[in-house]
């Protein structure tokens, strides 16, 4: 799977980066990151788990 941040749409809530940190991090302006694109199959519930609490609908997962 691939994760990836719509950096327009982020505000900085920081939900994701703190309920999934194996996924997500903060950059200096508190807003979320994904520490890779390419998300394992180990992490693909905190992958999950962080885009179901973001709320702005800010994090797009796809299945390649
Ligand atoms: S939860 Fe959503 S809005 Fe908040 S930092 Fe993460 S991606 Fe951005």
Redesign the pocket.
Known sequence: MKVR?DED?????????TLAPGV?D?DDR???SVISEDVPEGLRAQAEL?AQ????R??IITEN
């Open positions: 941040i749409l982020c505000a900085g809530h920081g939900r994701c980066y997500f903060c508190g807003q979320g962080g609490n973001c709320p702005e800010a994090i």
